[in-house]
């Protein structure tokens, strides 16, 4: 039984490396080699470099994610890049089907159930990373207002425009965490239960959100020191 688990485990990944293959192989095809071959030359040796800043954004958002783990939970050492990989996976699926952006987070949670993560820990942490992430691209967008608006020419007359763009992005990220402390997932499936009364699963599914809403709380009802860095390394 273990050697088929085995074997199907390795035609599943043999499987998804040939389809990343053939779709990195589709996009150069669609681009058109010569003009991308023409446009390395043009940039000669420093092309490497052009993958610099993406490489420290992928690792600074896997950082972010580490950090979103509740304190209760111990983990053995799992180090960065297999974050990074994992975040990057699921990152991947998001982008490439339509599932509303939600569609890949099950897929980094289970990249690293090998190495200790729990499903129900893993999902709430991705839950309080994509949190965090949303805080940090709400302070990115305040913090570039002055500058554009200096840009323009409008900062003299512009101003007053911080205090209720202040009070909505604050009220904003109050009222995201507050839905959250108060079982946000139990919430959604209580209201698919209504629709779906017959679906026994249902019940299973209580379970586990009612765990997960409990590592949601003890993430916001504690120290919040990890969530404050999970949204400065975003």
Not at 7 to 30: N, Q
Not at 177 to 202: D, E, K, N, T, Y
Request: hydrophobic residues 50%.
């Amino acid at each position: 039984m273990a050697g088929h688990s085995h074997t199907r485990h390795l035609f599943l990944h043999s499987l998804a490396v040939l389809s990343g293959f053939a779709l990195l192989g589709w996009v150069v095809w669609h681009v058109g080699l010569t003009d991308m071959l023409h446009y390395f030359q043009q940039i000669g040796w420093w092309a490497p470099l052009l993958l610099v800043p993406s490489l420290a954004i992928a690792l600074c958002d896997a950082k972010g994610w580490s950090c979103a783990l509740p304190e209760a939970i111990h983990l053995p050492h799992i180090q960065l890049w297999r974050w990074s990989l994992a975040r990057l996976a699921g990152e991947a699926i998001n982008n490439l089907t339509p599932t509303g952006n939600i569609g890949g987070e099950p897929v980094k949670v289970y990249m690293l159930r090998a190495h200790g993560l729990t499903t129900d820990a893993g999902l709430a942490s991705v839950v309080v990373a994509k949190t965090a992430l949303t805080v940090s691209q709400v302070v990115f967008v305040l913090i570039g207002i002055p500058f554009f608006l200096y840009r323009l020419g409008w900062i003299e007359q512009g101003w007053w425009i911080f205090v209720p763009l202040i009070a909505l992005a604050y009220g904003f990220v109050i009222l995201l965490i507050r839905w959250q402390r108060r079982g946000l997932m139990g919430m959604a499936v209580r209201a698919l239960s209504r629709f779906l009364p017959q679906w026994q699963r249902l019940t299973h599914w209580e379970e586990r959100a009612q765990r997960i809403d409990a590592y949601l709380l003890s993430v916001y009802a504690g120290n919040s020191r990890r969530f404050v860095t999970s949204t400065v390394y975003h």
